[in-house]
């Protein structure tokens, strides 16, 4: 019987564990830059970390306790994060949770996906293995990680409704509204991406060969539901708190700026190192495609072309949600990768295929690891000119804008912004200091920063130069209302880029520690330094 199941699996096509075990490899392998590196280049997680740190428990200890309170009815949806942070933060840490975040954002959505598929088809494609190697794009190193992690859960929903939808219908409809609902905690957009999945599988009807819109509007209602319930119930639903960077924030963005969103799938930080071998290996499955070597499941192919198509010609940027196109791009292609159907080719050539994908993977993690262990430098340079900074002190981050795009390293750019405008964060849990902009949206964070620095903070923001200290227009006191009267509400200047050549600073800065990417300047009042706080040795 075993030589005739083994005979059967070949001729069907089937890789029998090899798909699955070089499927699980790969995830695990993409771990271990996350396990290696403390911060890592991307971008807003310096941001979610001091956050998390806050959460976890240290927001109650001075002086953080006199900066900001923890306040619940701020926010339910988008603060799944943040609820994990205060149930297993006492135990863990904030930091580790911070890491938990990271790690989870790159699995779960190549994971989630994975198995969507295998449910799907009855088996495990070898085009799952495309998954681990997509893992490393824009959306995650732009620091999404509620909304990666949103999609991941989703993906796995999907699964398990196709499952329930088979084996027990009558509890597929509370199961779907409830598994939304919790979705919509962790991210809105994830919740309506899972609603977009059940309406794409029942979208074309393989039995009748027919397009079935009334069955998946039908499939989609119940996800929809349940993310709407919880929306309406929010105390402070999101976007009632507008981000200080979004009104910069073109909705409609150039044509330059659409083709990077595009592209952003198969890249994480450098387009030629990584954009130019995964575009061509994107081309070649296309081609399969449209040629019909390759099957596509036409409810998921007309879901990714919405999606592709709304993240070319739909607005960049929603209110205080930045990036929607980045955001759209990444979610068609794994609807897209999803969607394949290889057809039944022997054992061999499937595990020849799996393999070469699996061992893809592997190469690009390794030069994730080289690339993120370079970037840890300047994190640590970051530690190095704060030392000494007293607690509770107000420190305001600035950075020269880099004269030249292409020469700045690898490790410092992500998507198509610079990966380090979140390092000034790591002052709040290192430091227990002061900075403008964390994370505090109303309806998305459940921070609160206590008066009087909450007239110095924003819920989010951008790095000003340090030409913006002196040029304090009108334009700039937008974005960065804390300029206004920075001398007197601020203690130190965090000059960051700095070795990329830095620009001029006010003649009231006083440099402290010159750490090469990161320099700490104290500023001067009257000639002396600010508000008798301790002093700081070179």
Same mark, same amino acid.
């Given at each position: 019987? +075993? &030589?005739?199941?083994?005979?059967?699996? +070949?001729?069907?096509?089937?890789?029998?564990?090899?798909?699955?075990?070089?499927?699980?490899?790969?995830?695990?392998?993409?771990?271990?830059?996350?396990?290696?590196?403390?911060?890592?280049?991307?971008?807003?997680?310096?941001?979610?970390?001091?956050?998390?740190?806050?959460?976890?428990?240290?927001?109650? !200890?001075?002086?953080?306790?006199?900066?900001?309170?923890?306040?619940?009815?701020?926010? &339910?949806? =988008?603060?799944?994060?943040?609820?994990?942070?205060?149930?297993?933060?006492?135990?863990?840490?904030?930091?580790?949770?911070?890491?938990?975040?990271?790690?989870?954002?790159?699995?779960?959505?190549?994971?989630?996906?994975?198995?969507?598929?295998?449910?799907?088809?009855?088996?495990?494609?070898?085009?799952?293995?495309?998954?681990?190697?997509?893992?490393?794009?824009?959306?995650?190193?732009?620091?999404?990680?509620?909304?990666?992690?949103?999609?991941?859960?989703?993906?796995?929903?999907?699964?398990?409704?196709?499952?329930?939808?088979?084996?027990?219908?009558?509890?597929?409809?509370?199961?779907?509204?409830?598994?939304?609902?919790?979705?919509?905690?962790?991210?809105?957009?994830?919740?309506?991406?899972?609603?977009?999945?059940?309406?794409?599988?029942?979208?074309?009807?393989?039995?009748?060969?027919?397009?079935?819109?009334?069955?998946? &509007?039908?499939?989609?209602?119940?996800?929809?539901?349940?993310?709407?319930?919880?929306?309406?119930?929010?105390?402070?639903?999101?976007?009632?708190?507008?981000?200080?960077?979004?009104?910069?924030?073109?909705?409609?963005?150039?044509?330059?700026?659409?083709?990077?969103?595009?592209?952003?799938?198969?890249?994480?930080?450098?387009?030629?190192?990584?954009?130019?071998?995964?575009?061509?290996?994107?081309?070649?499955?296309?081609?399969?495609?449209?040629?019909?070597?390759?099957?596509?499941?036409?409810?998921?192919?007309?879901?990714?072309?919405?999606?592709?198509?709304?993240?070319?010609?739909?607005?960049?940027?929603?209110?205080?949600?930045?990036?929607?196109?980045?955001?759209?791009?990444?979610?068609?292609?794994?609807?897209?990768?999803?969607?394949?159907?290889?057809?039944?080719?022997?054992?061999? !050539?499937?595990?020849?295929?799996?393999?070469?994908?699996?061992?893809?993977?592997?190469?690009?993690?390794?030069?994730?690891?080289?690339?993120?262990?370079?970037?840890?430098?300047? +994190?640590?340079? &970051?530690?190095?000119?704060?030392?000494?900074?007293?607690?509770?002190?107000?420190?305001?981050?600035?950075?020269?804008?880099?004269?030249?795009? =292409?020469?700045?390293?690898?490790?410092?750019?992500?998507?198509?912004?610079?990966?380090?405008?979140?390092?000034?964060?790591?002052?709040?849990?290192?430091?227990?200091?002061?900075?403008?902009?964390?994370?505090?949206?109303?309806?998305?964070?459940?921070?609160?920063?206590?008066?009087?620095?909450?007239?110095?903070?924003?819920?989010?923001?951008?790095?000003?130069?340090?030409?913006?200290?002196?040029?304090?227009?009108?334009?700039?006191?937008?974005? +960065?209302?804390?300029?206004?009267?920075?001398?007197?509400?601020?203690?130190?200047?965090?000059?960051? =880029?700095?070795?990329?050549?830095?620009?001029?600073?006010?003649? =009231?800065?006083?440099?402290?520690?010159?750490?090469?990417?990161?320099?700490?300047?104290?500023?001067?009042?009257?000639?002396?330094?600010?508000?008798?706080?301790?002093?700081?040795?070179?």
């Amino acid at each position: 019987m +075993a &030589v005739a199941t083994e005979r059967s699996a +070949a001729a069907e096509g089937r890789p029998g564990i090899l798909v699955p075990a070089l499927l699980l490899f790969a995830l695990a392998a993409l771990l271990v830059p996350v396990a290696l590196v403390r911060i890592p280049p991307v971008l807003d997680y310096p941001n979610h970390m001091a956050r998390l740190w806050l959460v976890a428990g240290n927001i109650a !200890v001075p002086p953080m306790s006199e900066i900001y309170a923890l306040d619940w009815s701020r926010a &339910v949806v =988008n603060s799944g994060m943040d609820m994990v942070a205060w149930l297993i933060g006492p135990l863990l840490g904030g930091e580790m949770v911070a890491r938990l975040m990271l790690g989870l954002s790159l699995v779960l959505p190549p994971a989630g996906a994975a198995v969507l598929a295998r449910t799907m088809s009855g088996r495990w494609p070898w085009t799952v293995l495309l998954l681990p190697l997509l893992a490393w794009n824009q959306v995650f190193t732009a620091g999404f990680l509620s909304l990666q992690i949103g999609i991941g859960l989703a993906c796995f929903a999907a699964s398990g409704a196709i499952v329930l939808q088979r084996r027990a219908p009558r509890s597929l409809v509370p199961a779907c509204a409830t598994a939304a609902a919790l979705i919509t905690v962790m991210h809105p957009i994830a919740a309506v991406f899972l609603a977009g999945l059940l309406g794409a599988e029942r979208l074309w009807d393989d039995r009748r060969h027919h397009w079935d819109i009334r069955g998946a &509007v039908r499939a989609a209602a119940p996800a929809a539901l349940g993310t709407l319930i919880v929306l309406l119930l929010s105390p402070v639903p999101p976007g009632q708190e507008s981000a200080s960077t979004s009104w910069i924030m073109p909705a409609y963005a150039g044509l330059a700026s659409r083709a990077f969103a595009l592209i952003g799938p198969f890249f994480s930080h450098s387009v030629v190192t990584e954009g130019i071998p995964l575009l061509g290996l994107a081309l070649l499955l296309g081609y399969a495609v449209i040629r019909s070597q390759i099957g596509l499941h036409r409810g998921y192919a007309a879901a990714a072309t919405v999606l592709a198509a709304t993240a070319a010609l739909g607005p960049a940027n929603l209110g205080d949600t930045g990036s929607l196109d980045i955001r759209l791009a990444g979610m068609a292609v794994l609807v897209f990768v999803v969607g394949l159907r290889p057809p039944a080719v022997s054992r061999r !050539v499937q595990a020849g295929l799996a393999s070469a994908l699996f061992a893809a993977t592997l190469v690009r993690t390794v030069w994730i690891v080289d690339l993120w262990y370079q970037a840890e430098h300047d +994190a640590d340079a &970051v530690r190095i000119a704060l030392t000494g900074v007293p607690a509770g002190a107000a420190i305001l981050p600035v950075g020269p804008r880099p004269i030249d795009w =292409n020469a700045i390293p690898a490790w410092r750019r992500s998507t198509v912004t610079v990966a380090y405008g979140n390092l000034p964060l790591l002052a709040i849990p290192e430091r227990q200091a002061f900075v403008p902009w964390l994370f505090t949206g109303a309806g998305k964070q459940p921070i609160r920063v206590l008066p009087p620095w909450n007239e110095i903070a924003v819920p989010d923001g951008l790095l000003p130069e340090p030409r913006h200290l002196s040029d304090r227009s009108a334009t700039v006191l937008r974005f +960065a209302p804390y300029l206004a009267d920075w001398p007197n509400r601020f203690d130190y200047v965090l000059v960051l =880029n700095a070795d990329q050549g830095a620009d001029p600073l006010p003649s =009231n800065l006083q440099l402290v520690r010159d750490a090469g990417f990161a320099q700490l300047w104290r500023v001067l009042r009257d000639g002396v330094p600010t508000a008798s706080r301790p002093a700081i040795g070179n």
